[in-house]
């Protein structure tokens, strides 16, 4: 695949295996929703081979705590069988932001993490979904802390200076030090 064009796709889920007969793939999704499965149209299945197939999304749905995806021209086992543990990316330009406070998480890796006072903390290295609210994963060196993203702590998310401010709540820096 031309990298400049794979340099465009976003990995947004993992193929677990094929599920039943008529073709269906058991997903992981690292995507908020399944609704940017549907929006982009066409994925793009990375295959262990290295293969790359374009495919087109007919439905997704939840099921159990994966989800199911059924794409155009699967319709067997053995069509799916092809695609277990294929990296499912999407065209990064298709993304889509709801308002000004919303970040996708690739946007956030890497960005250095400062106190409201100015003192460095360390860059986001990955981040950590739960139910409530995301987790910054930051690290300085061996120093790892995890930052909850939450308003009262995120203060500012500036992506043309590659910052984030937060605002130093007690016990925070030492308390999730890991």
């Known amino acids: 695949m031309d990298s400049v064009f794979s340099d465009n796709l976003l990995l947004v889920g993992k193929v677990i ?33 290295g293969e790359t197939h374009e495919c087109e999304v007919l ?5 159990k705590n994966i989800l199911l995806l059924k794409l155009i021209g699967l319709n067997s086992l053995e069509d799916a069988e092809r695609y277990r543990d294929a990296e499912i990316l999407i065209r990064r330009d298709l993304l889509k932001i709801n308002n000004d406070n919303e970040f996708f998480w690739f946007e956030l890796v890497d960005l250095g993490v400062y106190l409201d006072t100015g ?45 984030v401010i937060i ?12």
Do not use: W
């Open 59 to 63: 439905s997704i749905r939840p099921h």
């Open 167 to 178: 605002k130093e709540m007690e016990g925070l820096l030492d308390l999730n030090e890991v």
């Open 17 to 49: 295996r094929p599920h039943g007969l008529e073709g269906l793939l058991r997903i992981r999704s690292y995507a908020q929703s399944e609704k940017s499965f549907l929006d982009a149209g066409n994925i793009f299945l990375k295959t262990r081979s």
């Open 119 to 163: 003192k460095f903390i360390g860059k986001i290295r990955h981040i950590l979904p739960s139910r409530s609210n995301d987790i910054y994963v930051v690290r300085d060196g061996e120093r790892e802390i995890l930052i909850p993203a939450i308003h009262d702590i995120v203060k500012k998310i500036d992506l043309i200076n590659k910052k």
